[in-house]
Protein backbone atom coordinates (compact mmCIF):
# COMPACT_ATOMS: atom_id res chain seq x y z
CA UNK A 1 0.00 0.00 0.00
CA UNK A 2 1.57 3.57 -1.26
CA UNK A 3 1.49 6.13 1.39
CA UNK A 4 1.33 9.62 -1.20
CA UNK A 5 0.00 13.19 -1.99
CA UNK A 6 -0.06 14.10 1.87
CA UNK A 7 -2.10 17.44 2.09
CA UNK A 8 0.32 19.68 4.09
CA UNK A 9 -2.17 21.81 5.10
CA UNK A 10 -5.05 19.62 5.97
CA UNK A 11 -2.91 18.14 9.16
CA UNK A 12 -4.75 18.79 12.29
CA UNK A 13 -2.20 20.93 14.10
CA UNK A 14 -3.78 23.82 16.59
CA UNK A 15 -2.60 27.39 16.47
CA UNK A 16 -0.19 26.71 19.62
CA UNK A 17 0.94 23.52 18.39
CA UNK A 18 1.79 25.12 14.90
CA UNK A 19 3.86 28.26 16.78
CA UNK A 20 5.54 26.20 18.82
CA UNK A 21 6.63 23.90 15.80
CA UNK A 22 7.52 27.41 13.93
CA UNK A 23 4.66 25.89 11.41
CA UNK A 24 2.57 28.00 8.71
CA UNK A 25 -0.13 27.49 6.40
CA UNK A 26 1.89 28.23 3.60
CA UNK A 27 2.23 25.44 1.47
CA UNK A 28 6.15 24.41 0.39
CA UNK A 29 4.94 21.50 -2.33
CA UNK A 30 5.33 18.75 0.53
CA UNK A 31 1.29 18.41 -0.02
CA UNK A 32 1.68 17.13 -3.59
CA UNK A 33 5.23 14.93 -3.46
CA UNK A 34 5.05 11.22 -3.14
CA UNK A 35 6.99 10.12 -0.33
CA UNK A 36 6.24 6.34 -0.69
CA UNK A 37 6.29 4.02 -4.17
CA UNK A 38 3.38 1.56 -5.67
CA UNK A 39 4.23 -2.03 -5.36
CA UNK A 40 3.14 -3.80 -8.37
CA UNK A 41 2.83 -7.88 -8.24
CA UNK A 42 4.95 -9.39 -11.06
CA UNK A 43 4.96 -12.88 -10.24
CA UNK A 44 3.63 -15.71 -7.96
CA UNK A 45 5.33 -19.04 -7.13
CA UNK A 46 4.17 -21.61 -5.28
CA UNK A 47 5.79 -24.66 -3.96
CA UNK A 48 3.86 -27.98 -3.52
CA UNK A 49 6.15 -30.70 -2.41
CA UNK A 50 8.67 -28.72 -4.43
CA UNK A 51 12.86 -28.13 -3.59
CA UNK A 52 13.21 -24.54 -5.00
CA UNK A 53 11.08 -21.58 -5.87
CA UNK A 54 12.62 -19.43 -8.90
CA UNK A 55 12.18 -16.00 -10.41
CA UNK A 56 14.87 -15.64 -13.31
CA UNK A 57 12.52 -13.70 -16.08
CA UNK A 58 11.42 -10.45 -14.15
CA UNK A 59 13.80 -9.28 -12.45
CA UNK A 60 15.75 -5.94 -14.83
CA UNK A 61 15.73 -2.51 -15.11
CA UNK A 62 12.20 -1.69 -14.76
CA UNK A 63 12.62 -1.52 -11.07
CA UNK A 64 15.03 -0.06 -8.62
CA UNK A 65 13.55 -2.08 -5.81
CA UNK A 66 11.89 -5.28 -5.68
CA UNK A 67 10.33 -7.25 -3.08
CA UNK A 68 9.35 -10.70 -1.95
CA UNK A 69 6.79 -11.46 0.68
CA UNK A 70 7.08 -15.04 1.67
CA UNK A 71 3.74 -17.20 2.95
CA UNK A 72 3.50 -20.43 5.09
CA UNK A 73 6.95 -22.05 4.48
CA UNK A 74 6.69 -25.30 5.62
CA UNK A 75 9.35 -27.55 5.17
CA UNK A 76 9.01 -30.72 4.70
CA UNK A 77 11.96 -31.98 6.80
CA UNK A 78 12.18 -30.65 10.74
CA UNK A 79 14.27 -28.43 11.32
CA UNK A 80 15.22 -27.15 8.36
CA UNK A 81 16.83 -23.54 6.82
CA UNK A 82 15.00 -20.89 4.67
CA UNK A 83 17.83 -19.28 2.32
CA UNK A 84 18.19 -17.63 -1.01
CA UNK A 85 20.86 -16.39 -3.37
CA UNK A 86 21.21 -14.70 -6.50
CA UNK A 87 22.59 -15.23 -9.97
CA UNK A 88 24.54 -12.59 -11.20
CA UNK A 89 25.19 -14.08 -15.08
CA UNK A 90 25.23 -17.28 -16.34
CA UNK A 91 23.19 -20.08 -15.12
CA UNK A 92 24.33 -20.40 -11.25
CA UNK A 93 23.27 -19.01 -8.14
CA UNK A 94 26.22 -17.93 -7.09
CA UNK A 95 26.65 -14.29 -6.13
CA UNK A 96 29.01 -13.05 -4.16
CA UNK A 97 27.87 -11.66 -0.63
CA UNK A 98 28.62 -10.07 2.74
CA UNK A 99 25.48 -10.58 5.34
CA UNK A 100 25.04 -9.84 8.96
CA UNK A 101 21.89 -11.21 10.56
CA UNK A 102 20.85 -10.90 14.41
CA UNK A 103 17.55 -12.91 16.07
CA UNK A 104 15.22 -12.55 19.00
CA UNK A 105 13.53 -15.28 20.12
CA UNK A 106 11.11 -16.47 22.69
CA UNK A 107 9.59 -20.05 23.46
CA UNK A 108 5.79 -21.04 23.69
CA UNK A 109 7.35 -22.03 27.84
CA UNK A 110 7.76 -18.47 28.25
CA UNK A 111 11.02 -20.19 30.09
CA UNK A 112 14.29 -18.66 27.56
CA UNK A 113 14.14 -15.47 25.36
CA UNK A 114 17.35 -14.16 23.89
CA UNK A 115 18.45 -11.46 21.56
CA UNK A 116 22.08 -11.67 19.72
CA UNK A 117 23.98 -11.18 16.57
CA UNK A 118 24.23 -14.59 14.80
CA UNK A 119 27.87 -15.33 14.01
CA UNK A 120 27.15 -18.21 12.74
CA UNK A 121 25.09 -17.65 9.76
CA UNK A 122 26.41 -14.26 8.81
CA UNK A 123 28.68 -14.81 5.31
CA UNK A 124 32.03 -13.21 4.15
CA UNK A 125 32.62 -12.46 0.30
CA UNK A 126 31.08 -16.25 -0.02
CA UNK A 127 28.86 -17.45 -2.64
CA UNK A 128 26.80 -19.81 -0.66
CA UNK A 129 23.50 -19.28 -0.13
CA UNK A 130 22.42 -17.03 2.77
CA UNK A 131 20.00 -18.56 5.50
CA UNK A 132 16.92 -16.11 6.28
CA UNK A 133 15.71 -17.47 9.12
CA UNK A 134 16.56 -21.24 10.78
CA UNK A 135 14.98 -24.53 12.25
CA UNK A 136 11.77 -24.37 10.87
CA UNK A 137 9.67 -27.10 12.37
CA UNK A 138 7.74 -29.28 9.89
CA UNK A 139 4.65 -29.47 11.90
CA UNK A 140 1.36 -28.97 10.24
CA UNK A 141 1.06 -25.66 12.85
CA UNK A 142 4.83 -24.57 11.74
CA UNK A 143 5.98 -22.33 9.24
CA UNK A 144 8.04 -19.30 8.33
CA UNK A 145 6.28 -15.82 6.96
CA UNK A 146 8.29 -12.79 6.28
CA UNK A 147 9.74 -10.78 3.34
CA UNK A 148 13.23 -10.32 1.01
CA UNK A 149 13.88 -6.47 -0.20
CA UNK A 150 16.39 -6.00 -3.05
CA UNK A 151 17.79 -2.87 -4.13
CA UNK A 152 18.94 -1.86 -7.96
CA UNK A 153 19.88 -5.61 -9.05
CA UNK A 154 20.10 -4.76 -12.88
CA UNK A 155 22.89 -1.58 -11.23
CA UNK A 156 26.54 -2.65 -13.02
CA UNK A 157 28.43 0.44 -10.68
CA UNK A 158 27.52 -0.14 -7.61
CA UNK A 159 27.12 -3.28 -5.31
CA UNK A 160 23.04 -4.85 -4.80
CA UNK A 161 21.99 -3.95 -1.37
CA UNK A 162 19.17 -6.56 0.14
CA UNK A 163 17.59 -7.58 4.19
CA UNK A 164 14.78 -9.04 5.54
CA UNK A 165 12.92 -9.85 8.21
CA UNK A 166 10.93 -13.19 8.77
CA UNK A 167 9.10 -14.71 11.44
CA UNK A 168 9.32 -18.42 11.76
CA UNK A 169 8.61 -21.21 14.30
CA UNK A 170 11.05 -23.20 15.21
CA UNK A 171 11.01 -26.67 15.88
CA UNK A 172 11.30 -26.68 19.49
CA UNK A 173 8.35 -24.16 19.90
CA UNK A 174 9.86 -21.37 19.63
CA UNK A 175 8.75 -18.01 18.07
CA UNK A 176 11.92 -17.01 15.93
CA UNK A 177 12.40 -13.20 14.62
CA UNK A 178 14.88 -12.66 12.30
CA UNK A 179 17.03 -9.54 10.54
CA UNK A 180 19.39 -10.38 7.73
CA UNK A 181 21.14 -7.52 5.42
CA UNK A 182 23.93 -7.45 3.03
CA UNK A 183 25.13 -6.85 -0.24
CA UNK A 184 26.15 -8.82 -3.28
CA UNK A 185 29.41 -7.68 -3.94
CA UNK A 186 29.31 -7.64 -7.51
CA UNK A 187 29.38 -5.66 -10.68
CA UNK A 188 27.49 -7.52 -12.72
CA UNK A 189 23.68 -7.08 -12.87
CA UNK A 190 21.48 -9.79 -10.17
CA UNK A 191 19.34 -10.91 -12.47
CA UNK A 192 17.79 -14.43 -10.56
CA UNK A 193 16.64 -15.04 -7.12
CA UNK A 194 16.28 -18.62 -5.88
CA UNK A 195 14.87 -19.43 -2.63
CA UNK A 196 14.93 -23.00 -0.94
CA UNK A 197 15.39 -25.14 2.04
CA UNK A 198 18.88 -26.30 2.78
CA UNK A 199 17.27 -29.54 2.05
CA UNK A 200 14.26 -31.48 1.15
CA UNK A 201 11.00 -30.26 -0.27
CA UNK A 202 8.50 -27.27 0.94
CA UNK A 203 5.17 -26.01 0.67
CA UNK A 204 4.50 -21.96 0.83
CA UNK A 205 3.80 -19.54 -1.59
CA UNK A 206 6.40 -16.25 -2.87
CA UNK A 207 4.88 -13.52 -4.23
CA UNK A 208 7.57 -10.86 -6.09
CA UNK A 209 6.48 -7.26 -6.46
CA UNK A 210 8.15 -4.14 -7.89
CA UNK A 211 8.04 -0.84 -6.19
CA UNK A 212 7.56 2.22 -8.95
Do not use: C
Request: no cysteine; charged share 20%; net charge negative.
Amino acid sequence: MALSKVDYNSLNVTAAASKALKWNSTPNGFETGDIAGSMVLLTTGTASGDSTITFDSSIDSTYKEYVFKFYDLNPATDEKDFMFNGRDGGSSYDATKTTSMFKAYHDEADTETSLSYDTGRDLVQSTAFQILIQDIGNGADESASGELHLFDPSNTTFVKHFYSRMNGVYFQNYSFDVYTAGYFNVTAAIDGIQFKFDSGDFDGTIKMYGVT
